[in-house]
């Protein structure tokens, strides 16, 4: 902490004094360590320059010859866009290959017929005068390259001209991720139009099935989005009390999302109590809570560009009526024989098989005459990553490395009855990991920390 202080303080004088952004101490670093890009006021983390690397590697493997281009995300405009959310998120594609959350900058990588690897990364140029609204950004120069570990950094005007120059001595495929209908895509249109990479290819089915195993820097983030939201789950079940609104229990969890330095929520967070505990993406959060009342909290904070998904539903007044609770350990019955079940080989088509199959065995009467599972209504997982229903193809037997949810729920309209429990899992090789576990999940739990007992 107090060496950040310190070397925050040395940059902001030498940015004038010699127009360099970071003081000697920190450019003397080796190359594979980079300093966080938080030096930087409002530019990030730190960048895992060895796992961005390792990325890069695994994908030009995959492509084997020819143009990768991958462009970042734009720019927003608080002014023109009116935007109610308008803080910058970066393109998760050019994120997972880069790190870096800089805007309107391009990763280019040529692949040549010998298999070496040209690296590229263009930035826009800064400009001091925007900056003054904007704050600073990374400009093309020696400290883009010791961040990114990225060897050629260029200005953003140069990319079309460059891009064309590699054309002629790379021959093979452009390979992209050809987002329909963007300012990226136009330009890539252009290209097109200039002769350059005839056979364009899109790059997503490639990175998809990359991104779908975790390495272990994105792991690190992919844990600390999860535990802060176990940490806001167990604080909103501590606070959670007849009359209270939903907006009320969401601002105790988003409270707790931000001061434990979640970046933003990964998805809008779903508080439904009493009837809109049966409504799956309900998230207009203004009901006044009522005694008897569950309440569904189907939350995820987002960090370093992972995004976690936890669902508890606990009663409002602490305590699970005998109906509640029947219910209740139905559904987490189905659940624990899903993750029981998770392991290497298997697919999700096979678990949501055995949770139903679970429901249908063990629903005795609770749901009168059919089972209960004619009330489970939605899919019992997604992949869990940087995009809270992550990338990926679903019918992937499962490997070490991926992360998914395993949430069943059963819905009774006619009861106000909503249960739905959530946790994420990571694939260990020879089972599972329950991620989220540190948030109650039994009955027991539940209305130990809602009657203030510590749960561990
Ligand atoms: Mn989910």
Redesign the pocket.
């Known amino acids: 902490m107090m060496k950040t202080m310190r070397s925050h303080s040395r940059a902001t004088v030498s940015l004038f004094v010699i127009g360099v952004l970071f003081p000697v101490d920190a450019m003397a670093q080796s190359i594979s360590v980079a300093p966080p890009v938080a030096e930087l006021p409002g530019m990030g983390r730190a960048i895992e320059i060895d796992a961005t690397r390792a990325r890069r590697q695994a994908l030009t493997e995959r492509t084997g010859q020819g143009i990768i281009a991958i462009p970042a995300a734009t720019s927003r405009d608080l002014e023109s866009e009116v935007l109610q959310d308008n803080d910058f998120r970066q393109d998760d594609y050019f994120f997972y290959l880069t790190g870096l959350e800089s805007p309107d900058a391009w990763l280019v990588m040529a692949v040549h017929p010998s298999g070496t690897v040209e690296l590229h990364l263009f930035l826009p140029e800064r400009n001091p005068q925007m900056e003054q609204w904007t704050g600073r950004k990374l400009g093309p120069g020696p400290d883009a390259i010791r961040l990114t570990g990225i060897p050629n950094v260029h200005p953003l005007d140069s990319l079309d001209r460059a891009l064309f120059a590699l054309q002629r001595t790379v021959p093979g495929p452009l390979f992209t991720p050809l987002y329909a209908g963007t300012a990226e895509n136009e330009r890539i249109d252009r290209w097109l139009q200039a002769g350059v990479g005839v056979d364009v290819r899109s790059v997503v089915p490639v990175l998809d099935s990359m991104r779908l195993v975790k390495d272990d820097a994105e792991m690190v983030r992919q844990r600390r989005a999860i535990d802060i939201t176990v940490e806001a789950q167990r604080a909103a079940m501590q606070a959670i009390e007849p009359g209270m609104f939903e907006y009320q229990i969401e601002a105790i969890i988003e409270y707790t999302f931000r001061s434990m330095g979640a970046d933003r929520v990964g998805f809008p967070s779903i508080i439904g109590s009493g009837p809109n505990s049966t409504t799956l993406h309900y998230d207009t959060n203004r009901r006044q809570t009522q005694p008897g009342d569950l309440v569904v909290m189907?939350i995820g904070a987002e960090y370093g560009q992972y995004s976690a998904?936890v669902?508890r539903t606990v009663p409002v007044e602490g305590r699970f009526t005998d109906r509640q609770k029947a219910i209740y350990r139905l559904v987490l019955g189905a659940q624990q024989a899903a993750i029981d079940a998770t392991r290497p080989g298997i697919t999700i088509g096979e678990l949501t098989r055995i949770a139903r199959a679970y429901l249908e065995r063990n629903s005795g009467d609770l749901c009168g005459a059919s089972t209960c599972n004619r009330y489970f209504i939605h899919g019992l997982s997604?992949w869990l990553g940087m995009r809270?229903?992550d990338v990926g193809d679903y019918s992937t037997p499962l490997a070490a490395g991926m992360v998914l949810?395993i949430?069943p729920g059963i819905y009774i309209e006619a009861e106000q009855l909503g249960i739905r429990i959530?946790d994420d899992i990571l694939v260990t090789d020879n089972g599972a990991e329950i991620l989220s576990a540190g948030a109650p999940r039994s009955v027991e739990e539940i209305e130990a920390l809602m009657a203030g007992r510590l749960v561990p």
Do not use: L, M, R, W
């Open positions: 189907d998904d669902t997604h809270v229903h949810t949430e959530e």
